[in-house]
């Protein structure tokens, strides 16, 4: 199922939850909705689930108006980060409830409906779990039990709300490996609501990144991370270094040093700032006559395959991240408080915008 969203508006009371939200959610693939809280994501995702009406605006599912369309007539499927289950219900009875509460010439068969929830805990692959209580089950169990509940009606759209916002990181980890392959097997249009970038990256077709109630950009994560349409969405998507100053000719200088301004050649003495990403750092011993900003090693933190390096800047005194492998880091042999030199392999460069 394809859906729109067209000049959404919400209010709460002076609080503008989404300003003039227009988007296209491709059909049949996963689209995270991405932001810090109380950006609008999950408001939007109850407007298209019918929980929450809009002040103004239209909500198309296959082309057609659903703005005034009961929550039931949407054929949606919600999964919330708190699961939701009925405590007093067995695994089995959850899953069933939805098919159960159908009108009756809807209604499958007692056969159907046991054939039917058996082959969707066998797809979360808790097929021996069907007899128990929630209360039995670990938090990332009863997520797949939630999810299972709301696939039981064949929705049209799944819409999932946080939905491993409650776990901790390892079993999250594991669920939103589980949950794109499963989407890979059903191909249902889904939303994901997260706050979590790396879970965005990870899981998602399509990244949506919002910021007080508007959408800053849309793209795959790919796209979105290598080329941020924003400061705020660079700033978003991972750990960035800036480093402001004025562009002038196609360069930028930042304190005592010049580094080159790609696609700013036309600027002529423009406050501006250069985002680096700490992976983007490159490091080397300092030289007289070396290029680059001279800085001075504050602090290593390495565990694993990497070295996360804390620098300060000889001319402003700002801090520098930089991320290097363990197997650089054994060749550089540094030292506290080593005077160093670095430079930028990558930079994207916001201007400042003229009142």
Same mark, same amino acid.
């Given at each position: 199922?394809?859906?729109?969203? &067209?000049?959404?508006? !919400? /209010?709460?009371?002076?609080?503008?939850?989404?300003?003039?939200?227009?988007?296209?959610?491709?059909?049949?693939?996963? #689209?995270?909705? %991405?932001?810090?809280?109380?950006?609008?994501? #999950?408001?939007?995702?109850?407007?298209?689930?019918?929980?929450?009406?809009? =002040?103004?605006?239209?909500?198309?599912?296959?082309?057609?108006?659903?703005?005034? &369309?009961?929550? @039931?007539? /949407?054929?949606?499927?919600?999964?919330?980060?708190?699961?939701?289950?009925?405590?007093?219900?067995? $695994?089995?009875?959850?899953? +069933?409830?939805? %098919? &159960?509460?159908?009108?009756?010439?809807?209604?499958?068969?007692?056969?159907?409906?046991?054939? !039917?929830?058996? &082959?969707?805990?066998?797809?979360?692959?808790?097929?021996?779990?069907?007899?128990?209580?929630?209360?039995?089950? *670990?938090?990332?169990?009863?997520?797949?039990?939630?999810?299972?509940?709301?696939? +039981? $009606?064949?929705?049209?759209?799944?819409?999932?709300?946080?939905?491993?916002?409650?776990?901790?990181?390892?079993?999250?980890?594991?669920?939103? @490996?589980?949950? @794109?392959?499963?989407?890979?097997?059903?191909?249902?249009?889904?939303?994901? $609501?997260?706050?979590?970038?790396?879970? +965005?990256?990870?899981?998602?077709?399509?990244?949506?990144?919002?910021?007080?109630?508007?959408?800053?950009?849309?793209?795959?994560?790919?796209?979105?991370? =290598?080329?941020?349409?924003?400061?705020?969405?660079?700033?978003?998507?991972?750990?960035?270094?800036?480093?402001?100053? /004025?562009?002038?000719?196609? %360069?930028?200088?930042?304190?005592?040093?010049?580094?080159?301004?790609?696609?700013?050649?036309?600027?002529? =003495?423009?406050?501006?700032?250069?985002?680096?990403?700490?992976?983007?750092?490159?490091?080397? @011993?300092?030289?007289?006559?070396?290029?680059?900003?001279?800085?001075?090693?504050?602090?290593?933190?390495?565990?694993?395959?990497? +070295?996360?390096?804390?620098? !300060?800047?000889?001319?402003?005194?700002?801090?520098?991240?930089? $991320?290097?492998?363990?197997?650089?880091? *054994?060749?550089?042999?540094?030292?506290?408080?080593? #005077?160093?030199?670095?430079?930028? /392999?990558?930079?994207?460069?916001?201007?400042?915008?003229?009142?």
């Amino acid at each position: 199922m394809s859906i729109e969203v &067209r000049n959404i508006h !919400k /209010r709460f009371g002076n609080f503008v939850a989404l300003n003039d939200v227009s988007l296209k959610f491709p059909d049949g693939k996963l #689209t995270a909705l %991405l932001g810090p809280s109380g950006c609008g994501k #999950t408001t939007l995702l109850r407007i298209v689930a019918g929980l929450e009406a809009p =002040d103004s605006g239209q909500i198309l599912l296959d082309n057609e108006s659903a703005t005034d &369309r009961h929550v @039931r007539e /949407r054929q949606v499927g919600f999964v919330f980060q708190h699961y939701a289950l009925f405590k007093h219900m067995s $695994v089995f009875e959850n899953i +069933a409830f939805g %098919l &159960r509460v159908k009108p009756r010439k809807d209604r499958p068969s007692e056969e159907q409906i046991r054939a !039917k929830v058996m &082959r969707l805990l066998e797809l979360v692959q808790l097929d021996w779990l069907a007899d128990r209580k929630p209360s039995a089950l *670990s938090g990332g169990q009863r997520q797949r039990i939630a999810l299972a509940r709301a696939l +039981a $009606v064949e929705p049209r759209v799944l819409l999932l709300d946080e939905p491993f916002g409650a776990l901790d990181a390892q079993v999250r980890k594991e669920l939103r @490996r589980w949950l @794109r392959r499963l989407h890979d097997e059903l191909n249902v249009t889904s939303i994901f $609501v997260t706050h979590d970038q790396e879970e +965005a990256l990870e899981v998602a077709d399509e990244i949506v990144v919002m910021n007080h109630g508007k959408v800053e950009q849309t793209g795959s994560p790919a796209a979105v991370y =290598d080329h941020p349409a924003s400061p705020f969405v660079y700033g978003f998507l991972g750990n960035v270094n800036l480093f402001h100053g /004025r562009v002038h000719n196609g %360069l930028i200088e930042t304190g005592d040093t010049v580094f080159e301004a790609p696609g700013h050649q036309d600027a002529q =003495d423009t406050k501006g700032t250069a985002y680096v990403r700490p992976h983007d750092i490159e490091i080397e @011993r300092y030289t007289a006559g070396a290029k680059g900003l001279v800085v001075s090693l504050q602090r290593v933190h390495a565990i694993g395959p990497l +070295a996360q390096l804390e620098l !300060k800047r000889n001319d402003t005194n700002e801090l520098i991240e930089a $991320v290097i492998s363990q197997e650089r880091l *054994s060749q550089l042999q540094l030292k506290d408080n080593e #005077t160093l030199v670095v430079r930028p /392999r990558q930079v994207h460069i916001f201007l400042e915008q003229a009142a």
